[in-house]
DNA sequence: CGTAGATTGACAAGTCCCTTGTCATTATGA
DNA sequence: TCATAATGACAAGGGACTTGTCAATCTACG
């Protein structure tokens, strides 16, 4: 992944921010931060640069007066869809030595893994749990 | 897996170079740094602090004059054993609930990843290459 | 309605891992 | 033998993450 962003001014976590926000619409950092394992802290610091790079931009939040919604700008969005495609383009070559039906078996022990682990790392709220949405993608 | 060095002074990056050689016997430091595709100069930080923690030792190569071997030390074998077993404990939780056909078929998927990525990212020497005996265990 | 507790923004200090770069020393191979 | 590659050692720097703190805001409950 880091090869399909050599020629970008994105970094491997930052990228995983962009696309947070390309697939689950505006959202706050602290939400950010949570479906990543990781401290707003570290987020908050990504996103600055997301802002200073003019990939993602903060717009009032409705629901927060404080606690803004970070989105992507047109910018941002062209880029993640750019990378996007590059990445793509890559894993078909990989994809073309694999069985389909082994790629849905990995899926299934991945998903089962990222819940249990959940599970054993985070033994609290299950309430801002990942979107299961967001795995078995392609 | 962090979860398992809590108590421990490794890190994970540590704890790889600490598996490395127990599972491959002594090793100079650019040859574990090849295995797991970092530079020699970050290795060689890992093991000297491995080294001050008292878990490896260099020891004489029979092969070069200045580039030692690295080997476990008694403390750090029993430390290795000890995180190993702590993993493997916590792994059989997670393990339950996976159908152990679906296993061998993610097996199957990680080691093509493995290769076909190394093929896309490491176009050149196929001579280093890493170990196949190593993936698919356990 | 008011207040206690949780969440968030903002700033700070610090650690860990990894990179690139350099130069002298040692190995390797034509 | 000699050019090239590999290695050790030292350095500088960056990126990501953590913990800690305090004030401001939100939420829920009495």
Redesign the interface.
């Known amino acids: 992944m880091?090869?399909g962003l050599a020629d970008t001014a994105l970094t491997v976590p930052l990228r995983a921010v962009l696309e947070r926000v390309h697939a689950h619409g505006p959202q706050t950092v602290p939400a950010i931060a949570r479906s990543l394992y990781v401290t707003r802290q570290g987020v908050q610091a990504l996103v600055d640069r997301g802002r200073d790079l003019g990939l993602v931009e903060t717009v009032p939040n409705p629901a927060h007066r404080r606690s803004h919604l970070v989105v992507l700008t047109p910018a941002g969005n062209d880029l993640f869809d750019t990378v996007r495609a590059d990445e793509l383009a890559?894993l078909d070559?990989?994809a073309s030595?694999?069985?389909p039906?082994?790629?849905a078996?990995?899926v299934?022990?991945?998903d089962?893994?990222i819940l249990?682990?959940e599970g054993?790392?985070h033994p609290q709220t299950p309430t801002t749990s990942t979107d299961p949405a967001e795995r078995s993608t392609r």
């Open positions: 880091e090869a890559r070559v990989v030595g694999l069985d039906v082994d790629v078996a990995a299934r022990v991945l089962h893994l249990s682990l054993l790392t």
